[in-house]
Every structure is written in structure tokens, then in C-alpha cells.
């Protein structure tokens, strides 16, 4: 399972350049349709240095017709398994099993 913690190099993992490959699109393409200046920030996405803000995301997932989730799958997996860890340690109710 992916942690941050585990990896000299901090990024984000996601599936957003697989998405993109699997539409056929270029960045060039991407960042066209999403009204960006440039490829930059597809870019730093994909690379998982930055997390695009809430609107970008929606526009990707249309784009590459997706889910959020899927675009971020480890991510959102390891979150999940984080939050389930604190709610144990809680108390709380668990919401999502640990695979």
C-alpha cells in the first residue's frame, strides 16, 4: 500500500496520465479543454506534485470521463484505511474495512 511516509520523494499518486492515455488526449489537449494556460499543471498533476482544487478535479473527471475516486484510487484507499485506523484507536464506528 502506498504511504507518503515510504518514499524519499513526496507525491501524490493517481491515475490521471493513464486516464488521459486511455481517452487519446494530449496534455496540450487536456489543458485546452480545462481553458489552462499551459501543460504545466496537467503536468505537476500527473507527476503527483500538486492536488488540482476542487473544480479542476470535477473537469478532469468529465474529461476523462471518470470518478474523482478513480483518478486517485491509492490515495483515496490510503486515506481511507488512516481514517478507519483513528476510529479505532477512538472508539468510533469503522466505516470501511481494511482489505
Not at 501524490?12 to 481553458?35: D, F
Not at 474523482?68 to 490515495?75: C, F, H, I, M, V
Amino acid at each position: 500500500m502506498w504511504d507518503m511516509k515510504d518514499t524519499k520523494h513526496k507525491f501524490i499518486p493517481n491515475n490521471l496520465r493513464r486516464c488521459r492515455k486511455v481517452r487519446g488526449l494530449s496534455q496540450k489537449r487536456v489543458a485546452h479543454i480545462m481553458e489552462l494556460k499551459s501543460t504545466a499543471m496537467i503536468s505537476r498533476w500527473e507527476a503527483g506534485r500538486c492536488i488540482p482544487n476542487t473544480a479542476n478535479l470535477f473537469d478532469l473527471a468529465a474529461v476523462y470521463r471518470s470518478t474523482l475516486e478513480a483518478l486517485y484510487d491509492d490515495y483515496v484507499q490510503e486515506r481511507r484505511h488512516k481514517i478507519a485506523a483513528r476510529e479505532k484507536l477512538s472508539g468510533g464506528n469503522v466505516m470501511y474495512e481494511e482489505s
